[in-house]
């Protein structure tokens, strides 16, 4: 048998120009979209919270409080997902677990009586969000508001609303050029070469890539972006690969010195900036990979990691 609980008050959290506000739409984990106001580093957070009561009734309370959160949750992920692999221990379990990097709180009523509407305003000012907020396979990092209604003898009543917040970064120095060589001794020899190494996310990866040495019957090539989260660190670390495009960009045999011009336009993709060792928590990075397929079914590749970050 279940029990439901039905609160005796409405809880509602607005935040200040919310309507107005920039949004930001990203997915739950069960795959829906959803809209959240977006916030940057040492911006105020303000708001009201309203509270109704039901069915005409009161409702005594301990007090009111309201509070800012951030926080890192990891947990295993024990569904199968087709463009995700364990690696560096595929038989590591991680326990669920909430570590708070932010904490702020500001009482809204002392204990009393409420026989109407009230209105109680709130504002945590030019908070410092150190962190970009992330929703990956197995880890997410959270901004919220969580408004609490304290009782004596019944259950608190809580209300939580969500925030995204961005991180924008100066764009970092990065090399002339990088190259990736993929090579079997006498049998294959392959320069991929694209003009650096560090992209924002609305960046073109444009390259070249070379044939010098080709022995081998290549029949497909194709170009990847991977995204590789980790948790933990080494030797206890929980990983995930996640393909986020695949195209091909040849289809058929090379021949020595020819040449294949490459331009990847990422601001089509959902791409996350490079995370490293976030907190002591998670890292996230992002893999260029060369895969080549010969008529054997073979296949011969290279991964070199791009830096992606948010202007």
Same mark, same amino acid.
């Not at 009543?157 to 120095?173: A, G, S």
């Not at 995370?275 to 895969?291: A, E, I, P």
């Given at each position: 048998? %279940?029990?439901?609980?039905?609160?005796?008050?409405d809880?509602e959290?607005?935040?200040?120009?919310?309507?107005?506000?920039?949004?930001?739409e990203?997915? *739950?984990?069960?795959?829906?979209?959803? #809209?959240?106001?977006?916030?940057?580093?040492?911006?105020?957070?303000?708001?009201?919270?309203?509270i109704?009561?039901?069915?005409?009734?009161?409702?005594?309370h301990?007090?009111?409080?309201?509070?800012?959160?951030?926080?890192?949750? @990891?947990?295993?992920n024990s %569904?199968?997902?087709? *463009?995700?692999?364990?690696? $560096?221990?595929?038989? +590591?379990?991680?326990?669920?677990?909430?570590?708070?990097?932010?904490? =702020?709180?500001?009482? =809204?009523?002392?204990?009393?009586?409420? *026989?109407h509407?009230?209105?109680?305003?709130?504002?945590?000012? $030019?908070v410092?969000?150190?962190?970009?907020?992330?929703?990956?396979?197995?880890?997410? +990092?959270?901004?919220?508001?969580?408004?609490?209604?304290?009782? #004596?003898?019944?259950?608190n009543?809580?209300r939580? #609303?969500? +925030?995204?917040?961005?991180?924008?970064?100066?764009?970092?120095?990065?090399p002339s050029?990088?190259k990736?060589?993929?090579?079997? /001794?006498d049998?294959?020899?392959?320069?991929?070469?694209?003009?650096?190494?560090?992209y924002?996310?609305?960046?073109?990866?444009?390259?070249r890539?070379?044939?010098?040495?080709?022995?081998? #019957?290549?029949k497909?090539?194709? =170009?990847s972006?991977?995204?590789? /989260?980790?948790?933990?660190?080494?030797?206890?670390?929980?990983?995930?690969?996640?393909?986020?495009?695949?195209?091909?960009?040849?289809?058929?045999?090379?021949?020595?010195? /020819?040449?294949?011009?490459?331009?990847?336009?990422?601001g089509?993709?959902?791409?996350?900036?490079t995370f490293?060792?976030?907190n002591k928590k998670?890292?996230?990075? @992002?893999?260029?990979?060369?895969?080549?397929?010969?008529?054997?079914?073979?296949?011969?590749?290279?991964?070199?990691?791009?830096?992606?970050?948010?202007?």
């Amino acid at each position: 048998m %279940s029990l439901f609980f039905k609160s005796p008050i409405d809880i509602e959290v607005r935040l200040d120009n919310e309507d107005s506000r920039q949004h930001v739409e990203v997915k *739950n984990r069960k795959g829906r979209k959803e #809209k959240l106001p977006l916030y940057e580093d040492g911006e105020s957070v303000k708001g009201q919270v309203t509270i109704r009561l039901r069915n005409n009734n009161k409702l005594d309370h301990l007090g009111i409080k309201i509070q800012l959160i951030g926080t890192i949750e @990891t947990h295993s992920n024990s %569904s199968s997902n087709n *463009n995700a692999s364990n690696s $560096n221990n595929s038989n +590591l379990t991680l326990n669920n677990n909430n570590d708070n990097f932010l904490y =702020l709180l500001q009482e =809204l009523s002392a204990p009393a009586t409420l *026989n109407h509407p009230e209105n109680y305003h709130f504002e945590f000012k $030019n908070v410092e969000k150190q962190f970009e907020s992330y929703r990956g396979l197995n880890v997410n +990092l959270r901004y919220y508001l969580k408004c609490i209604v304290l009782r #004596k003898n019944s259950s608190n009543i809580i209300r939580e #609303k969500e +925030l995204w917040v961005y991180n924008h970064q100066f764009p970092p120095d990065s090399p002339s050029s990088v190259k990736m060589d993929v090579g079997i /001794e006498d049998c294959l020899h392959i320069e991929f070469e694209y003009s650096k190494s560090r992209y924002s996310l609305k960046d073109v990866i444009v390259g070249r890539i070379y044939f010098l040495l080709v022995r081998l #019957k290549i029949k497909h090539m194709e =170009l990847s972006l991977i995204k590789r /989260e980790s948790i933990g660190t080494p030797p206890n670390q929980f990983s995930n690969s996640e393909t986020l495009v695949r195209f091909e960009i040849m289809d058929g045999a090379p021949v020595r010195g /020819e040449a294949i011009p490459i331009r990847l336009f990422l601001g089509g993709f959902d791409l996350t900036p490079t995370f490293r060792d976030v907190n002591k928590k998670f890292s996230v990075r @992002t893999f260029l990979s060369l895969v080549l397929i010969d008529e054997d079914s073979r296949r011969y590749f290279k991964q070199s990691e791009i830096i992606l970050y948010r202007e």
